[in-house]
């Protein structure tokens, strides 16, 4: 990959810029696929969807980053600022999906950048990838948002419940709102993401928390935890997950850089525990989330690590695909 170019392959498919409001461009990119067989490092999925490239949340934190290196765009705010609207077409979709169903495996939404994020309130692509899986029933489709939007689908959603396995996996990190505003500064406020927790939950849509990524000495010690479990299970969530910050290039320095401004005090502490790897050490890890599942225990909702789930990658392949 060379600086400022496109990846082979992607060039072609960089289509035309569709808008531009609130300092962000839209951009078309015309996708071979939008359900796209996953085969990446273990994870507990078969097929993921990604409508969009780029996130306007702009989560310090975000590991989806580098996939805007691929665009041959390596400006670090361009993945804030710059966002890749994909095309969905239903009877492509459709087809696609049939294909993930025969596979048996757990569809995810949402596992590089956000399928609620704001584009979604205006290009709806998310909201088309679940008008087609209304058509397909027994797939298995998990979601993973920050946003309040995924309300805006309730309806849809629960719909779709009757027939295939659904879980809407909010991603909350902190109560606290203001510590959010600084690690995640355009996502709905903490508060506002539990409250749409529960109104899933009324509607009748398996919903669960994300704690993730939990952010060493940021947001990993037992009040913040004990807190957000508890508000999860008031909000009626079906159990909670957990995964420790990964670091990886692209994303490293961009958290570095928030770090040093931030909280200059922990960049020595970060550079311990990220030293020459993307994650922190096991014995770190193991603490964290044995902590998270005995909170969960206590206040009475069940936990898992994302390790806990099964790897459903298929053999063959070796790549991420977009
Ligand atoms: S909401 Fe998700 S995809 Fe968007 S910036 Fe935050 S972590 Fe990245």
């Known amino acids: 990959m060379k600086p400022g ?23 078309e990119l015309r996708s ?53 609207v994909k095309d969905a077409d239903r009877d ?31 290009f709806e692509v998310t909201r088309r990838v ?23 689908d309730a309806a849809l959603l629960r719909e779709i419940s009757a027939a295939t396995e659904v879980t809407v996996n909010l991603s909350i990190t902190t109560v606290d709102a203001a ?15 539990f409250a749409a927790m529960k109104e899933l939950a009324e509607a009748g849509v398996a919903a669960r928390l994300f704690v993730m990524p939990i952010l060493p000495h940021l947001t990993d010690d037992e009040p913040n935890l004990r807190s ?36 200059p005090r922990l960049v020595p502490e970060y550079e311990r525990l990220y030293r020459g790897s993307a994650y922190a050490p096991p014995e770190y890890v193991r603490e964290t989330e044995a902590r998270v599942r005995r909170l969960a225990h206590e206040v009475g909702l069940s936990a898992r690590r994302r390790a806990d789930r099964p790897d459903q990658r298929s053999p063959r392949q070796l790549s991420l695909v977009w």
């Not at 993921?48 to 996939?67: K, L, S």
């Not at 510590?179 to 993401?193: I, K, N, Q, W």
Request: net charge positive; charged share 25%.
């Open 92 to 122: 492509r979709l459709v087809a696609e999906l049939r294909r993930a169903r025969r596979s048996g495996q757990i569809v995810a939404m949402g596992t590089a950048t956000d399928p609620y994020q704001p584009a979604e309130a205006r």
């Open 228 to 263: 957000l479990l508890v508000a999860a299970r008031d909000a009626g969530a079906v159990g909670a997950e957990s995964n420790v910050l990964f670091l990886r290039p692209g994303t490293r320095e961009v958290f570095f850089e928030f770090l040093a401004i931030d909280f």
């Open 5 to 27: 170019v496109p990846s082979p392959g992607m060039a072609a498919r960089l289509g035309v810029t569709i808008d531009k409001r609130r300092g962000v461009e839209y951009h």
């Open 130 to 152: 679940l008008e087609a899986a209304r058509v397909v029933p027994g797939l298995q489709l998990s979601i993973t948002t920050k946003s309040t939007l995924v309300t805006r």
């Open 179 to 193: 510590l959010a505003r600084r690690l995640e500064p355009r996502a709905p406020r903490p508060d506002l993401r």
């Open 32 to 84: 071979k696929d939008l359900v796209n067989k996953f085969n990446g490092r273990p994870m507990p999925f078969g097929w993921t969807v990604n409508p969009y490239r780029g996130c306007e949340m702009a989560c310090r934190y975000c590991f989806a980053r580098y996939t805007h290196e691929f665009l041959g765009l390596n400006d670090p705010s361009a993945f804030e600022r710059r966002i890749y």
